[in-house]
């Protein structure tokens, strides 16, 4: 079992920027995969990310020219670097893991989930 944590969301601008991360604590799996996923009221959740500690990384192409993945091992984190964002990015934002080593974005693959955070953009 995994503890998940997120911090960094709020509220921005059109065009600002914003880094989630997310900080495992518990014993992950040897080879795991950390991802972030948002919901807004109504829709189902959506892959944003995902990075496996074996090296592959996945990010939706509705943000891929804007969001970057990365990883903290000193911290035990994953990071989610967004930047020129737009309203339509404003969402409750999950971070997840699963046991395995590809960087999946589907979210029935992922077993353990933070109690997500919100982040705002306004005009």
């Known amino acids: 079992w995994v503890r998940l944590e997120e911090s960094g969301g709020g509220s921005v601008q059109i065009g600002g920027s914003l880094r989630l991360s997310c900080r495992a604590s518990?014993?992950?799996?040897?080879?795991?995969?950390m991802a972030w996923f948002r919901q807004t009221p109504g829709k189902e959740r959506e892959g944003v990310a995902s990075l496996c500690n074996e090296g592959e990384t996945r990010v939706a192409s509705s943000v891929q020219d804007r969001f970057t993945i990365s990883r903290d091992d000193a911290e035990n984190s994953v990071l989610l670097q967004m930047t020129g964002l737009i309203p339509a990015d404003t969402a409750m934002y999950y971070c997840?893991?699963?046991?395995?080593?590809?960087?999946?974005?589907?979210?029935?693959?992922?077993?353990?989930w933070g109690s997500g955070i919100q982040v705002t953009v306004s005009s």
């Open positions: 518990g014993r992950l799996p040897r080879s795991h995969c």
């Open positions: 997840a893991v699963r046991e395995g080593v590809l960087a999946k974005l589907e979210e029935s693959r992922y077993y353990d």
